[in-house]
């Protein structure tokens, strides 16, 4: 009686295993969740902050009126080109005509000097990897979403 009982039990906890275990590969195998594209966007807009912080925060803030030696970034995004009025732009950028959408600032930013031939934003090497730019628009639109 002891011993059915043993195998009863012992019969049990594997199949609680085998059942979790199915649990754990369906995880694996669905498409990620609502929740989970959630948290691998807020992922990507913080290295966004990163890649901001440590490329472009030497020159720029996002703070609405704040110019360093590049002009504010606040609501970049949509924003027209050379349009910080008390800001000394190059005849490149304040005649350029445009309006940052996403496509103009992942050229400029992967690379001036073709975007905007004649730009004064120097020294500033380009960042060459897709992925990185695109997190960094991630992090600029984000700021733009939270005002
Ligand atoms: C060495 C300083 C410097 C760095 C680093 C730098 N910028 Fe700039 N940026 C400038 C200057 C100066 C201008 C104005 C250029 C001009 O007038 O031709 C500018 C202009 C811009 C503009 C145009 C703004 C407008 O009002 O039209 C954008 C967009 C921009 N920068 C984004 C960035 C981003 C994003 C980064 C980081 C990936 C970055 N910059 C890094 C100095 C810098």
Redesign the pocket.
């Known amino acids: 009686m002891s011993s059915w009982l043993m195998v009863a039990g012992v019969k049990h906890r594997v199949r609680r295993r085998w059942r979790a275990s199915l649990v754990g590969t369906a995880a694996i195998l669905l498409p990620p969740s609502a929740m989970c594209q959630d948290s691998i966007r807020r992922l990507d807009v913080e290295l966004g902050e990163q ?2 912080n440590s ?2 925060r ?3 803030s996002t703070k609405n009126g704040d110019n360093r ?3 504010h ?1 606040h609501n ?1 995004v949509g ?6 009025a008390n ?4 005849s ?3 005649g ?1 005509g445009f309006v ?1 959408d996403e496509k103009a ?1 992942d050229r ?2 992967a690379n ?1 000097d073709e975007a ?1 031939p ?7 090497g380009g ?1 060459p990897s897709a992925d990185t730019r695109a997190r ?1 628009l991630l992090f ?1 639109q984000s700021l733009e979403q939270n005002q």
């Open positions: 890649v901001f490329v472009c030497t020159c720029h030696l590049g002009p970034l970049i924003r027209k080109a050379g349009a910080v800001f000394g732009y190059s490149a950028i304040k350029a940052w600032l400029f930013i001036p905007v004649g730009n004064g934003m120097k020294p500033y960042l960094l600029l």
